[in-house]
């Protein structure tokens, strides 16, 4: 029997790229989207809710943005392994959201290269340290 995917969450306002988030997980078996929000408000909601073993935030969202999102997270949630991710490459964005408490970062550009690859790494990390 295969161990089970790890249940990632997804918040993204964008309607294709959260297809192409959602495409890109459930291609690889390792993954199972756990659930997905349009802003960071239900991001936050729903993460909680849904107590996933990782979530992929968009930076820029709107109610509340992935920075913000991600602080409320991490406070909630110390361990949980969060991937930033954003079209834009606004280096202060990414220092912002990192200093949130974001484990890592992603481009949307290189989604379908570098996100199982930053998911799988982090998510081991967080299993052995248990």
């Known amino acids: 029997m295969s161990p089970q995917p790890f249940r990632i969450f997804v918040a993204e306002d964008d309607e294709s790229f959260l297809d192409a988030i959602a495409l890109v997980l459930e291609q690889d078996e ?6 997905r929000a349009r802003d960071g408000r239900e991001a936050v909601d729903l993460a909680a809710r849904l107590s996933p073993d990782a979530v992929v935030m968009d930076i820029e969202m ?4 992935g920075v913000e999102a991600t602080r409320l997270l991490r406070a909630e949630a110390p361990d949980l392994p969060i991937v930033a991710i954003s ?10 959201i ?24 982090l998510l081991s990390r967080r299993k ?3």
């Open 30 to 35: 390792r993954f199972a989207m756990a659930g």
């Open 62 to 65: 709107p109610v509340l943005d």
């Open 87 to 96: 079209g834009h490459d606004y280096e202060e964005r990414v220092l912002e």
């Open 98 to 121: 990192r200093q949130a408490g974001a484990d890592d970062y992603v481009r949307k550009a290189r989604l379908a290269d570098e996100l199982p690859r930053v998911l799988a790494t």
């Open 128 to 130: 052995r340290s248990r």
